[in-house]
């Protein structure tokens, strides 16, 4: 994008209830003049400037006793889908800006797309792999250890993502995976693009050697559908040849985690919740990054962890083999297969040269052009050369 005048950078309105890593690329927007306005319900957290930012403050205010309430008591999806009534109504009220591009969040682009007529490029970003799939996928997981347990994803709010991925004329796709899942339901290749997720770079650093004592990490909502399960039986593997391993789980507990915590509570250091920095401290204290996800967009900690030099132990369905090619930057591996996934976590542990090399790899795929700037800067090329 460097050199490009501004008459040839497209406007883009952005929006989705919640916020997802929008405000991220809308700051990257706003950089190069292409920002035509950030919707959404949270708070304007990358700083994008307040008059191009317009907070859907009804919907915030009725979820805001929610947010409070801890999984265990009551969680999020139920309340969130019961007052998108409010969101919906609030989009439809908004005066509607200029703008060549309209880029929302699977499940969140009906009013914008309604609004944006025939001549803005409609943009439907997909968080997760194809709605069947997702559904799919997590229902099994939760049929095999939480029978009785449903995914939470109301048929209306299903059937509203499959209008929307019809009505889109480019479908942004974060890993592979999710491509290969959009394929695989019918929609079309000529609307799928491939762009993975940027990293903040001033925050996950490199670390300076691998530790002494082997520690593995996993960062996310402890949760049947990011194979938790599979991952806490290979760790018990782990531990029966390296008694003295470690294996750390930042994020909460779901609701279809509820039969299986309380075998495996107590077996590993557990952060209900860090903040980036923290986060990024802790990574570089790690052996390696271990996410076999059964299915996913494609995690974001996935370049977090590889920025701070962390090889990485994943799934072909968490995205990772979009930025990780198997036995480069770590291993590839069945999300269901315990055994392969203790194997791989061993092998790194035990032999500390490729480790090195791995980290390395990890390092300089992750931290190349590819800070959110230059993730804000593909999706503007593409944008500009699809209108």
Not at 324 to 352: H, K, N, S, W, Y
Request: net charge positive; hydrophobic share 40%; proline share 7%.
């Amino acid at each position: 994008m460097d050199g490009m005048n501004n008459a040839a950078v497209p406007t883009v309105l952005l929006g989705a209830c919640g916020g997802w890593h929008l405000p991220t690329t809308a700051r990257g927007f706003e950089a190069r003049g292409a920002l035509a306005g950030l919707w959404i319900s949270n708070k304007n957290g990358a700083g994008v400037s307040p008059q191009l930012f317009r907070r859907c403050w009804p919907f915030h205010l009725l979820m805001k006793p929610f947010y409070h309430l801890t999984p265990e008591s009551c969680w999020v999806e139920k309340p969130f889908y019961a007052l998108f009534p409010a969101w919906r109504l609030w989009v439809k009220r908004q005066a509607w800006p200029p703008c060549d591009v309209v880029h929302a969040i699977m499940g969140f682009g009906t009013e914008f797309f309604d609004r944006a007529g025939r001549r803005a490029l409609k943009v439907l970003e997909a968080p997760n792999s194809h709605p069947t799939t997702y559904y799919g996928y997590w229902q099994r997981e939760c049929d095999i250890w939480c029978p009785g347990e449903k995914v939470p994803l109301p048929r209306w709010a299903f059937a509203r993502m499959n209008r929307e991925l019809e009505r889109a004329d480019l479908v942004l796709c974060p890993s592979d995976f999710v491509r290969d899942t959009m394929l695989a339901n019918g929609v079309p290749g000529a609307k799928c693009f491939v762009c993975p997720f940027g990293v903040d770079t001033s925050i996950f650093s490199k670390r300076e050697k691998p530790p002494e004592r082997p520690r593995f990490i996993s960062v996310g909502m402890i949760t049947l559908r990011k194979g938790h399960q599979y991952l806490f039986r290979a760790f018990e593997m782990v531990k029966r040849e390296m008694p003295e391993a470690e294996l750390v789980c930042v994020g909460g507990y779901r609701p279809d985690f509820r039969r299986e915590r309380s075998k495996w509570e107590g077996s590993f250091i557990h952060y209900p919740h860090l903040p980036h920095a923290e986060l990024a401290a802790l990574l570089r204290t790690c052996t390696a990054f271990v996410f076999p996800s059964l299915e996913e967009g494609f995690a974001r900690v996935i370049p977090e962890a590889m920025a701070t030099g962390l090889p990485v132990i994943a799934s072909y369905e968490s995205g990772a083999s979009t930025a990780v090619t198997d036995g480069a930057e770590g291993f590839i591996v069945r999300p269901r297969d315990a055994r392969q996934i203790a194997d791989a976590m061993l092998r790194l542990a035990t032999d500390r040269g490729l480790n090195e090399r791995m980290g390395e790899a990890a390092w300089r795929g992750a931290t190349v052009q590819n800070t959110w700037q230059d993730y804000s800067d593909r999706l503007l090329a593409e944008y500009r050369r699809r209108l």
